[in-house]
């Protein structure tokens, strides 16, 4: 048993200073956009969250620029263009995909252009890792308040929207119908997976972000019967798969071939993935015998 | 008092149209709609598709703007102010349910109690029981625990109206509710619904562009054509003068064994326009846009 343990949890894991911000700032954005996601997938809205994490990439890699948290930018970016998304007619499919693809190709070019800045500035091409993979281990204590103030607003919404979140995403002329306000509910909603995508943005990485907003929701959605506990199936999915993310991540330290560890967001992608293949199995063979 | 009261509650109309009238993109949609529906009643809104049906209860729902004309539900004058209130039900035409959303059918009644408000609804006893009255109403128990998306086309509607009547409206609109039925759901649907609107003394509208399934328990008739509307009594609308004016051309009204068909003449043959599902319908209903009948 205990040969088991120390395999699993290498020497100086539990002592380990990023260790242990690691597993707090992750546990809160994996969290975050476990819930959040949950809706995002109900209501159908993992275009938009996509979208919302390639643009994080320019708010991103601007905040480096401007020597702030790179949270600010992702964060930034991502409720603009919820925003914008809104105006511009987020809400017609047609419009939709237009709009998201033009303002899209934008974002992610400006995107190029600061991350070229980053590079020449620095002279590393450190920061392109950071913005678009994370930086779990490197992230530092202090951020942890900021990475808080940003995920509590986001759980907040959708507490507080719940139900009207939930009728909206079965039928928007169901829940206007029964008196909600359907197009500030989803304005709301956007911004609570923009917080969400950015927080994803900030461990996992802009470019994995989704994985980890929509990943964990579509395993919960298989496999729970109530919305409510899909919700929270979907938040505790993306803790488990980010901390054993973070375990294997510090265990890999002693693999070949750089003995330099790999990177979190691959194990904590691979987990969510092999996750969902395996409930899309069970699912399937549960449907033929019942 | 006790006079003045019951006086304004005999004249009160639950749903009063006047006049409305809506213009799209040049097109008259609706022109000059006006009827009224008193407490309880039961009244078909019927027409072929095109002829403006969904429009006017999208307008009754203050989803649409009107270019003239007025809708008061309940003495209110705002749709908005009405949904507010929870006066109107509303059943819209058949949505895809997704199989994979864990909303249980129960979960679907208890949003209509109380959708609309804010926070995590906190397990109550007199809650459950609502719902599972309601459920219950509509022979929806069976399969109060499954998803919505895997239920049969009937199932879902029962949900729906159980939905739609649990806040305990005072007028139940119902869009199309019997499209894509089949025979035997469709007339169990109307049962179920004449049954429990008499208990709960609910005014309803339902639209369809069949309307002998309706007549035994249609109390009155709303027929629309064109964008035009004629209301009464059965026999006072489905007459051959009167539907001929609404047509703007001559049209039969044929009674073969108790059904009603609507037939014109077209050339050397003739085209049924109401009354008969097969030739009501278009060739393709399914391709018609959800939120506008054109």
């Given amino acids: 048993m205990s040969a088991v343990f120390r395999l699993l949890f290498a020497p100086g894991f539990f002592t380990s200073s990023p260790v242990h911000t690691a597993l707090v700032i992750g546990g809160i954005a994996a969290v975050v956009s476990g819930v959040v996601g949950c809706f995002t997938v109900l209501r159908g809205q993992s275009y938009a969250g996509h979208a919302l994490a390639d643009l994080s990439v320019t708010g991103g890699s601007a905040s480096f620029l401007a020597s702030i948290s790179p949270l600010w930018g992702f964060a930034g970016t991502g409720v603009l263009a919820a925003g914008v998304m809104d105006v511009i007619g987020f809400r017609r499919p047609r419009g939709r995909d237009l709009a998201t693809g033009i303002v899209r190709g934008a974002g992610l070019g400006l995107a190029a252009l600061f991350l070229y800045w980053d590079t020449t500035s620095t002279s590393t091409t450190g920061v392109a890792i950071t913005v678009l993979f994370g930086s779990m281990f490197t992230i530092g204590n202090s951020a942890v308040p900021l990475v808080a103030a940003f995920g509590i607003p986001a759980l907040a919404i959708v507490t507080i929207l719940y139900r009207p979140l939930l009728l909206s995403s079965v039928s928007s002329d169901l829940a206007a119908a029964r008196g909600v306000r359907v197009r500030l509910t989803g304005l709301a909603c956007l911004v609570a997976i923009a917080l969400a995508v950015s927080l994803a943005a900030m461990t996992v990485g802009a470019i994995l972000a989704t994985a980890l907003l929509v990943g964990p929701a579509a395993i919960a959605l298989r496999v729970t019967s109530t919305p409510g506990r899909a919700t929270l199936a979907a938040g505790l999915i993306a803790v488990a798969a980010t901390w054993l993310g973070i375990v294997l991540a510090y265990d890999s330290f002693n693999w070949p071939p750089s003995h330099d560890g790999w990177p979190v967001s691959f194990f904590i992608v691979v987990l969510i993935f092999v996750g969902f293949v395996a409930v899309q199995l069970f699912g399937r063979s549960r449907r033929v015998t019942g | ?294």
Avoid: C, W
């Fill in chain 2, 1 to 294: 008092m006790a006079v003045t009261m019951a006086a304004s509650e005999s004249t009160g109309q639950v749903l009063a149209v006047d006049g409305v009238s809506v213009r799209l993109a040049g097109r008259q949609i609706l022109d000059d709609v006006r009827f009224a529906l008193g407490p309880g009643e039961f009244v078909g809104l019927i027409g072929a598709n095109g002829a403006g049906k969904t429009t006017l209860l999208r307008v009754i729902l203050g989803f649409q703007p009107t270019t003239a004309g007025s809708v008061r539900i309940g003495g209110e004058a705002s749709a908005a102010a009405a949904r507010g209130r929870g006066l109107v039900g509303y059943v819209p035409q058949k949505i895809q349910l997704d199989p994979d959303m864990p909303v249980r059918a129960r979960d679907l009644v208890g949003l209509g109690l109380d959708g609309h408000r804010l926070g995590i609804p906190l397990p109550s006893r007199q809650r459950r029981q609502l719902v599972d009255e309601m459920l219950a109403a509509v022979d929806a128990g069976r399969f109060a625990n499954q998803r919505v998306g895997n239920l049969s086309g009937g199932e879902q509607q029962r949900v729906m109206i159980a939905h739609a009547l649990v806040s305990k409206p005072r007028l139940l609109l119902l869009d199309e509710p019997l499209a894509n039925l089949d025979i035997r759901s469709a007339q169990e649907i109307i049962a179920l619904l004449a049954k429990i609107t008499r208990q709960q003394h609910v005014s309803v509208l339902i639209s369809a562009h069949e309307m002998n399934p309706l007549l035994p328990v249609m109390d009155r008739v709303v027929y629309m054509a064109g964008g035009r509307a004629a209301s009464g009594t059965t026999d006072e609308v489905i007459r051959e003068d009167v539907l001929s004016e609404l047509y703007g051309h001559h049209v039969d009204v044929i009674n073969v064994h108790g059904r009603l068909l609507v037939v014109a003449h077209a050339g050397e043959g003739f085209e049924i326009l109401a009354g008969d599902e097969t030739a009501a319908a278009p060739a393709h209903p399914d391709h018609s846009p959800a939120g506008l009948e054109l």
